[in-house]
């Protein structure tokens, strides 16, 4: 195999009380890729379409990424990167974990996968150190893995498949403006009162033994988010009409995409979650505020290999 | 059905990362209790062994949780408690919790079942407020539904059945110290870090994911406390030794019971728990520590009648 092609997908992380830790792969939002085997050595970006990215591999994140996995292994040809973005950078649903994740994914293949999907990510996070200034793992671990995932730490670096509930879908609104993840991460205070974070670990709990219990209201119950959501939210025009509109139209839960300013919610049935989608964006238009809106199933493969 | 003999078990709280949520059945530890139908109306009662216990209603556990179930139900009759202790107060393993729910499970049998589970923990969190000066279920939850349980939240009160790993067994050592729950809460910071906060939600989220998958070195590498541990276990004789020890022995983890002073370990298989809680007993003897020592697999069925 000479030539790959991906689909490499979008990603919602901090999923309400799951802050840092919990996050989900989409199925109808990605970028496209292109990775080729060439002759000489190291890593080119040949083709970037849809977004103004740096082609110089040391600043592009699918560069860097490329080059943490071509560290750990010795090879006597080198690759060739297109990227084709769907996924708006800085609109908090994983732009930058796609491309990284997109490179390392799709080197891993051509290689005759050398690497597991845990170290995958690890290359990855260089990616999304460039991007956001710190080493994480929240978009890149479900775009990897799919589905629903669990970072439990990092240290050393702990990914955990949570189950995903067949009849799950996802609606996200994307606002057209931009909240970059280091200002979203000023935002935040460096304390948390005990309270509030007993609070927060019991939703973290209950979600996740929605999630393998597949109790639908168990996780409605749980998606609340006493400690980010309450500062960020503020960054993100009419959030709390989307939020309010969204459960009254059915959603399980809404809550920030990432660092914003995209928002999701979670809802039983595609038809809900169409509903849902349609009411966050009237929100929207009577604010005019331009905006994407996308329903999608939960993605449990997670980035995978397409023929076109 | 006039009378009702009853197993009230143990029960360890604070499990480690899931402080003030996560709680777990014991098999091996519990009270005996009887209660019986009488025709005079109220709550006496009428023997207490094995502690110091107050007879009067309004001062005791048990008295004050049967008085909060039979102010939700009109009865034309009485009960009698007896309570026989087998689990001294004060040791950190639900000794006030098992006689609350003890009172409360025996009078709902003997009146037909007319409260569901839920409802008798919250009947019960009346006898636990006398106790402890705040309403908390983590030790009753487990006492009246057996195996792990979470208390998601309490606005509503939501307990939420956790699976049950069948190799799981817990080892106990109770230095025989008292630790005030009062106390033990004063000595906690009230504010936390963002930081260690979003460790101790990762790792709650990896433990609830290991007791589901039944992935015992999941359960291993989530049993951390971050937040309370290294501030509370300043209060227990040799702490840091029986950790250790515990973990050197093969236990997959090793934390402080509820306020403490008990401390536990969770072992994969019955021989480990007994050879940790062995290693544990050592570390005691060495300290010339007056000591009890338990091993249990976890009672999944929690409370229930028995026969003699």
């Given at each position: 195999m000479e030539y790959i092609q991906i689909f490499s997908p979008a990603?919602?992380?901090?999923?309400?009380?799951?802050f840092d830790i919990l996050g989900l792969c989409l199925d109808t939002v990605g970028d496209k890729m292109i990775i080729r085997k060439v002759p000489e050595k190291g890593v080119r970006i040949t083709r970037i379409e849809g977004a103004s990215l740096p082609f110089d591999v040391h600043k592009n994140v699918a560069g860097v990424a490329a080059l943490a996995l071509?560290?750990?292994?010795?090879?006597?040809?080198?690759?060739?990167?297109?990227?084709?973005?769907?996924?708006?950078?800085?609109?908090?649903?994983?732009?930058?974990?796609?491309?990284?994740t997109g490179a390392v994914y799709g080197i891993n293949e051509l290689l005759g996968k050398p690497f597991s999907k845990s170290e995958l990510v690890q290359f990855a996070m260089e990616g999304e150190k460039l991007a956001s200034g710190?080493?994480?793992?929240?978009?890149?671990?479900?775009?990897?893995?799919?589905g629903f995932t669990l970072v439990r730490g990092y240290?050393?670096?702990?990914?955990?498949?949570i189950n995903t509930p067949k009849e799950l879908f996802v609606s996200v609104i994307h606002p057209e403006i931009e909240i970059k993840?280091?200002?979203?991460?000023?935002?935040?205070?460096?304390?948390?009162?005990?309270?509030?974070?007993?609070?927060?670990?019991?939703?973290?709990?209950?979600?996740?033994?929605?999630?393998?219990?597949?109790?639908?209201?168990?996780?409605?119950?749980s998606l609340h988010d006493e400690i980010v959501e309450?500062?960020?939210s503020i960054l993100?025009?009419?959030?709390?009409?989307?939020k309010e509109t969204a459960i009254q139209n059915g959603a399980l839960g809404a809550g920030i995409s990432g660092s914003g300013p995209s928002v999701f919610a979670l809802s039983k049935g595609e038809k809900t979650a169409q509903k849902v989608a349609d009411s966050m964006s009237i929100v929207y238009k009577e604010l005019d505020i331009a905006h994407k809106i996308y329903v999608s199933k939960i993605n449990t493969e997670g980035i995978k290999k397409i023929n076109q």
């Open positions: 990603t919602v992380a901090n999923i309400s009380c799951g071509l560290k750990a292994i010795e090879t006597d040809f080198g690759f060739e990167i297109e990227i084709i973005k769907k996924i708006k950078p800085g609109s908090g649903v994983g732009s930058s974990a796609a491309s990284a710190s080493m994480h793992a929240d978009n890149l671990a479900p775009a990897i893995f799919g240290d050393p670096l702990d990914i955990i498949s993840t280091e200002e979203a991460r000023a935002i935040l205070k460096k304390t948390v009162s005990l309270k509030k974070a007993i609070l927060q670990w019991g939703n973290v709990g209950g979600l996740i033994s929605g999630l393998f219990l597949e109790d639908y209201e168990l996780i409605s119950r309450p500062h960020r993100i025009p009419g959030f709390n009409d989307l």
